[in-house]
Structure formats: C-alpha cells, structure tokens
C-alpha cells in the first residue's frame, strides 16, 4: 500500500500552530534583543566611568568622563548619548581650562607619548601632522583624549537620560580627583546627594524592554543596577 500524504486540512493545522508559536516566539525574542542592547550601552558607560576613575587615581590627576554627541570634529556635549570620552583635566586654574574639554576635537588622535606633566608644557613647539588620518594633536594642549573613545554603535531603540546636565548645551560631565573623589568642574560645582549623578538606559517609547541605571556616588563609587533611576 503507498504512504499515504497530508490532506489539506492536516496542511493547515500544522501551519496554524506554527503561525501562534511564531506568534509568541517573536514578541520574546525582540525583547531580549532589547534587554540585551540596552545592558550593552549601560555596561559601555559604567566602565567609561570607572576607567575615567582609575585613570585619576593611577595618574594622579584630574580625570573627566563625557557623553559626547559623535565621535568627530564636529561632537559637543551631551546628556543623551550613547558615545563618550574619557579626559585627562586640568581643573579651575591655569592654562585656562583648554586641555580635557573634547568639544570639536573628536576626531583627534591622541598625542604621543600620551603621559603629559601637568601643566603642560609649552615647549618644545609641537607640530601638527596633517596628513595622517585622523590628524594627530598638536600639542598636549590641544590634546584631549587620555582614554580611548568608546567603541559604542549608535543600537537602535534604546533611549539615554543623564542627570545632572550643567553647560551650553547641556551635558554630562563627571570629574574624578586623584582620590577618586568627585571634583568640581567648569561646567559646575559636584552635585549634592549621593547619588550624585544618574545615567537611565531605557527602551525607547513604544518599545517593551529592561531598563538599567548607572549611578555616581558622592564618594566617587559606581554602581549599575536593574532598574529605573535611582537605584533601590
């Protein structure tokens, strides 16, 4: 006797039940792409923080941490972004705050050797390589980066808040002391409370997700956690 085949309505059942098992399937399985975007982007800006942090405390000096808008010539501050710079600082005094402020310098590579005293110095009269790509700084002067820039895409559907946001424009700038204390900076002095900053990494509206938080301490200490801001 032949193997007997499916009839249609066998056909249909089958591709019924595999329609409502994709149907459930899908929706879960997006989510944790989701969840796994927006744990990437908080664990991205936790350890600029903390590399910012050790960076103050192995060097002994000023160290800023600094969500950037791009990763150009053309990057500002910014307190929804998922891109950011660590800088070595020179605080409130002189040279007038021109070393570790990134804005417009994005796109320049980092001085060599890159363990500069402070201040830094004038001479020799450093000259610029332009023909390499991305130029090189000129000087440690006009060189902000201490730190790698991050590596970070720009993923999809996750959403950034920073809080405090101080400057023009606004943005988020955290200032670690050779203690690995917070320090005040020329966008304003360290907020009071502990935490003292907050970074939301959350799913964008509309789109079902986890959300984390990063958080600074007002002894300097970082800690993420599984949830919206602040921590519990």
């Not at 019924?16 to 399937?25: D, S």
């Not at 020179?90 to 060599?112: D, E, F, K, S």
């Not at 050779?178 to 509206?205: D, F, H, K, T, W």
């Amino acid at each position: 006797m032949p193997p007997r085949g499916f009839s249609l309505i066998e056909m249909l059942v089958v591709v019924a039940i595999a329609g409502i098992a994709l149907a459930i399937a899908v929706p879960s399985f997006q989510e944790t792409m989701v969840n796994g975007r927006s744990r990437g982007v908080a664990e991205s800006i936790q350890f600029g923080l903390l590399k910012a942090r050790s960076e103050a405390i192995s060097r002994n000096a000023p160290m800023r941490f600094q969500l950037v808008s791009t990763l150009d010539a053309t990057c500002t501050a910014s307190a929804s972004s998922r891109l950011w710079v660590v800088t070595q600082y020179v605080g409130l005094t002189a040279p007038a705050n021109t070393r570790g402020v990134p804005a417009g310098r994005c796109n320049i590579a980092p001085y060599v050797p890159p363990d500069q005293e402070e201040p830094c110095p004038t001479t020799p009269a450093y000259t610029v390589n332009t023909s390499a790509t991305p130029p090189t700084a000129p000087s440690c002067i006009t060189d902000p980066f201490i730190s790698d820039k991050s590596p970070a895409d720009r993923v999809p559907d996750i959403d950034v808040t920073a809080t405090p946001t101080m400057g023009t424009p606004a943005g988020f700038i955290v200032t670690f002391g050779a203690l690995g204390q917070l320090l005040a900076n020329l966008e304003g002095a360290v907020p009071v409370g502990s935490p003292a900053y907050r970074v939301l990494i959350a799913p964008a509206a509309g789109v079902t997700g986890r959300s984390y938080c990063v958080e600074v301490n007002s002894n300097g200490n970082t800690r993420l956690c599984t949830m919206a801001c602040p921590c519990t």
